[in-house]
């Protein structure tokens, strides 16, 4: 299978187009990773090759081949996530574009190429009701039907889905397959702050390229540091980054940066070139930041009061009495 344009994932590629060769591609398929490091892109890649009419698909020039990789084939379905960060099951008429029940009763239509090419991206971010409604689909697709389905965290999927699929793993970028796919960009970055930053994802790489956005949590972590280190007042003004990026996003660079200091910290080296001036001092302050991180992460799906929790659980944390409630991930 043509992967002209994939960086790194060789091995998920070669099981990809082995499952082709011999035409035995699962219905429903599971591509498991953190989010922005090309998932999608695979997934595409996989669903041109069913659409495409060349001799050894995908050839990447067809129409048909176009229309997968701009998200507009006839016969291809996406679910993504919206405004709210969900993909909801919608209304039982089904009517409501971008829903399951929407994307159900498509399947139920006749394709005009004979069987459906479905991308779900995001079946995380499904209600559990949501998922229940699609259960049935995934156990028994359409004739002709292919779904493949992305997730950035695995456990949030209810079980008897994923027993249903094959999953194929997608690990995070090597640095240096980070910086090609900058460089092929033309992005201008700091190439050891992007790596640690960005956590082997492109698309956090990609936000993080130009400077604003690193600047500006830089400065989060600069203030986090000096007031762990030393407590006093903690003013945590999240207003203008949040203003570029959202909730998930800061707090997944923050995790990245941390787990990386944590790192340094075990093997004794010096952090202090990708966080200058902006060192934990003490190895279990930054055990529990990470774990109040990880927490504040899991409760953007509660609809938590994300200021205010982030800032009451670093004082918390600064009076010794943070761990109590969190849970052990270490």
């Known amino acids: 299978m043509n992967s002209s344009g994939i960086i790194g994932h060789a091995r998920q590629m070669r099981m990809i187009s082995a499952m082709l060769k011999n035409g035995m591609v699962p219905q429903a398929l599971l591509f498991t990773g953190i989010d922005g490091i090309g998932k999608r892109l695979a997934a595409k890649r996989l669903l041109a090759a ?13 129409t048909a081949c176009r229309q997968v990789s701009n998200e507009t084939h006839p016969d291809m379905i996406v679910l993504s996530p919206n405004e709210k960060g969900v993909i909801p099951i919608g209304e039982m008429t089904g009517r409501e574009t971008g829903t399951v029940r929407w994307m159900i009763g498509r399947l139920s239509r006749m394709a005009v190429s004979g069987g459906y090419g479905v991308i779900i991206s995001g079946i995380d971010r499904i209600s559990r009701e949501g998922e229940i409604a699609l259960l049935k689909t995934i156990e028994e697709p359409p004739a002709g039907t292919h779904i493949i389905m992305l997730a950035s965290n695995k456990s949030e999927i209810l079980p008897t889905i994923v027993s249903r699929c094959t999953e194929i793993h997608f690990s995070p970028l090597k640095d240096n397959e980070v910086r090609e796919v900058l460089d092929a960009a033309g992005a201008v970055y700091e190439s050891d702050a992007i790596s640690v930053f960005s956590g082997g994802s492109v698309e956090a790489a990609m936000k993080l390229a130009g400077g604003e956005v690193l600047k500006g949590i830089r400065g989060i972590c600069a203030e986090i540091s000096g007031f762990l280190n030393s407590p006093g007042r903690l003013n945590l003004d999240l207003n203008p980054l949040l203003r570029t990026i959202d909730e998930s996003f800061l707090l997944t660079v923050l995790i990245n940066i941390y787990r990386a200091h944590l790192a340094a910290v075990v093997r004794g080296e010096d952090f202090g070139r990708i966080l200058p001036g902006s060192e934990i001092h003490d190895e279990q302050k930054v055990r529990s930041l990470i774990k109040i991180l990880l927490a504040l992460f899991r409760g953007l799906n509660f609809n938590i009061n994300f200021r205010n929790s982030f ?10 009495g943070a761990d109590e409630f969190l849970p052990d991930f270490i």
């Open 311 to 320: 800032k009451g659980m670093l004082y918390s944390l600064a009076e010794g």
């Open 50 to 62: 069913f659409f495409c009419g060349a001799g050894d698909p995908p050839c990447l020039a067809c």
